[in-house]
C-alpha cells in the first residue's frame, strides 16, 4: 500500500456518502482503525487515518453533510469502545452512543429458534447459556450441524453399501434387477446434537469485560448527563411544544 493510501480510502468513502446522500455509513468494529492515538506507531499511519476520519467527520468539507438534518448519518459498531480514540467519542461526532449487552434469555431463545426435532427443549437451551455472546451461540448451532452432517454421511455411506450388497445378491441368484429409489434421508437436529456439541462450548466474553463494559457505559452516562437539573431562572408557565414533561426516556441511550 501506498504511503496515504489509506487516508485516500477514508476520502473516498466520504465523498461517495456525499454524493449518494441522504445514506447511512456503517461503520463495522470501528475500534480496529481508530484506536487511540499513541507515539509508537510505525509510520504514523494509524493516526493519518483518525485525523482523516476527524476531518471528515467535522471539518469543512463535511458542512453539507450535518446540515439539512444531518442527511449524511455515520453509524458504527465497535467492540471495544475503551480503546477508541477520545477525540472520536467527543460532543459533536459520535456523540449518541449505544451499550448493547450480551443477549438476554429471550433473545438468546430467539437465536436459537430454528427447525430441529420435538424433543429439543430450547427454553432449557437458553437457560443453560447465560453470559455467552450471538457468535458463541452460533457456534454451537454450527456445531449442531457439523455433528449431523457427518453423521448423515456415515448413515448414507452404510446405507449404500447395504444397498449394493443386497444387489449383489439378487444377481447372483438370478433375480430381475429393479431400479431402487434413491437412499435420501431427511435429518434433523435432535437433543443428542446439542448434548454433544454443549461439551466444546464456550464463552468469549468472560465476567471481568462485561462489568468493564457496563462500567463504561455508566461513565459515558454520568458526562452525559452533566446538565439534568439545568434550568432558566423564573417561571416558565408554559411548555415549548415538542419538549416531553420530566425528561425524554427515548433518549435514555444506556437505560
Known sequence: MWFGESEANVRDVFDKARAAAPCVLFFDELDSIAKART????????????????????????TL??????KHLAHNIVCRPDIIDSAILRPGRLDQLIYIPLPDEASRLQIFKTPVAKDVDMTFLSKSTVGFSGADLTEICQRCVYILSLGSLVELFCEEIKIEKDRQERRARGEELMEDEAYDPVPEITRAHFEEAMKFARRSVSDNDIRKYEMFAQTL???????????FPGEQPNQPSGVPVGGNDDDDLYS
Open 65 to 70: 453533510i450535518y446540515r439539512e438534518i444531518k
Open 221 to 231: 452516562q454520568q458526562q452525559r448527563g452533566f446538565g439534568n437539573n439545568f434550568k
Open 39 to 62: 507515539a509508537g506507531d510505525a509510520g504514523g499511519a494509524a493516526d493519518r487515518v483518525i485525523n482523516q476520519i476527524l476531518t471528515e467527520m467535522d471539518g469543512r468539507r463535511t
